[in-house]
């Protein structure tokens, strides 16, 4: 807001009220890997701005560079070159012990293998993020709530070993879920279940979207994808096609 008096474009106002309500914002985003003596260019200068509230499907062929750009904006990996500011926070230069932290207080990841830890009983892997993150008031109670939301109540005291795969990704998102992230981040996260569960946890995922959570979600499932707000396509570490869904448009709040 412009309370000096001074003149201020309304172009500009626009843009900086815009810009604060981005939940994602990068910019000329490169990330390259060594491939013995060739080097891969994964995410070709990406620029894009995803706000709150949205819920973005990333789509592409194998190897468009899709993990890449989900783990940058994760902060599990780093940008060769641009900015990436995640939730107002820039992550380039914050050391690994602080994105970890910060990560965990404000992203809830999902994968396509859940990485559920095998020796720890589905309750416990619930409530890991909130011993990490020191949110422990209340824990166990909360890690039962949120796997009854998923609907897994039942299933706390078992091990994820006996669990079937659609029940170990609805634990797996109770996981994520766990410090109340703004941002989820899902790569693939139906890839590996069948149909039906495919759904389940795609049903999950919306009603998140709908309660306010902003949803970065990678799927190779057309029909999938067409339930997003907005479609985003790679080519190459490119962002070759970016659309917005019109008739979710309107329910996007
Ligand atoms: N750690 C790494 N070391 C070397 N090359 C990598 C690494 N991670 C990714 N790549 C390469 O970067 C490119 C993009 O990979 P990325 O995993 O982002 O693709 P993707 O779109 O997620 O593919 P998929 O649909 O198969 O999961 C690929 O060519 C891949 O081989
Ligand atoms: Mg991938």
Do not use: C
């Amino acid at each position: 807001m412009n309370l000096t008096g001074t003149e201020t474009q309304p172009t500009q106002q626009a843009s900086e009220a815009r810009a604060s309500n981005a939940v994602i914002d990068l910019d000329s985003v490169t990330r390259r890997y060594a491939a013995g003596r060739r080097v891969i260019t994964a995410l070709d200068n990406v620029s894009l701005r995803i706000d709150a509230g949205d819920f973005v499907a990333i789509v592409g062929a194998s190897g468009s560079g899709k993990s890449t750009l989900l783990n940058i904006v994760s902060g599990i990996d780093a940008a060769d070159a641009g900015r990436v500011r995640v939730l107002g926070t820039d992550l380039n230069d914050m050391s690994e012990d602080r994105l970890a932290t910060w990560r965990g207080r404000n992203v809830g990841i999902v994968f396509q293998f859940f990485q559920l830890m095998p020796t720890l009983t589905v309750r416990e892997n619930v409530v890991l993020p909130m011993d990490l993150a020191g949110l422990t008031e209340g824990k166990w109670a909360r890690a039962d709530r949120l796997l009854a939301s998923v609907e897994i109540p039942h299933l706390g005291n078992n091990l994820p070993s006996e669990l079937s795969g659609g029940e170990q990704q609805r634990a797996a998102i109770a996981r994520a879920l766990a410090n109340d992230p703004a941002l989820l981040i899902a790569d693939e996260p139906t890839g590996n279940l069948d149909t039906v569960n495919g759904l389940l946890v795609m049903e999950i995922i919306e009603r998140l979207w709908r309660n306010g959570t902003t949803v970065l979600m990678v799927t190779h499932d057309v029909q999938l994808s067409l339930r997003a707000r907005r479609r985003i396509t790679m080519r190459d570490g490119r962002i070759i096609e970016d659309f917005t869904n019109p008739k979710l448009d309107e329910h996007a709040r």
